[in-house]
């Protein structure tokens, strides 16, 4: 028999697959609380905070700017209820990113997510990704020394 840890991992395994790499939106219906808060300290974009459309909208827009979008994860690691994620996220982008209009520059960034989860669903997250190393990417942001 699985363990909490285990069918938490689980869970957020096939979200990633599923909402980010297949861009499977409906999928968020099935393991996010109608109640989900998204806490990400770096709110760049004009996505909701809470509700299940606040993954929905994220998910969203990065899909719609990078077609190709795609979480690798490189580790996960669960405590109880809580899950953290880090991945790297890939992607072309070919598309309009946030009002961003496309510029066909690849990109490769660093991101970590905690997820906590109750009864399977996932209630509320935090996040931190490389959006400044993602900007300079895409030659929208300054890079060292201001350039």
């Known amino acids: 028999m699985a363990t909490e840890q285990e069918r938490n991992k689980a869970v957020i395994l096939q979200m990633f697959e599923?909402?980010?790499?297949?861009g499977n939106l409906d999928y968020i219906n099935l393991v996010v609380a109608e109640d989900f808060r998204d806490n990400s300290p770096t709110h760049s974009f004009?996505?909701?905070?809470?509700?299940?459309?606040a993954l929905?909208?994220?998910?969203?827009?990065?899909?719609?700017?990078?077609?190709?979008?795609?979480?690798?994860?490189?580790?996960?690691v669960a405590e109880g209820a809580?899950?953290?994620y880090l991945g790297r996220a890939t992607g072309t982008h070919d598309g309009t990113f946030f009002d961003i209009p496309p510029t066909g520059k690849?990109?490769?960034?660093?991101?970590?997510?905690?997820?906590h989860l109750v009864g399977g669903k996932i209630v509320e997250r935090w996040s931190f990704f490389d959006m400044l190393g993602m900007m300079q990417q895409l030659g929208i942001g300054a890079g060292p020394g201001g350039h």
């Open 18 to 22: 599923e909402t980010w790499n297949r």
């Open 46 to 53: 004009t996505t909701p905070l809470l509700g299940r459309q």
């Open 56 to 76: 929905y909208y994220a998910v969203k827009g990065f899909r719609e700017g990078f077609s190709d979008f795609h979480f690798q994860m490189i580790q996960i």
């Open 82 to 84: 809580r899950v953290t």
């Open 106 to 115: 690849k990109v490769s960034l660093i991101g970590m997510n905690e997820f």
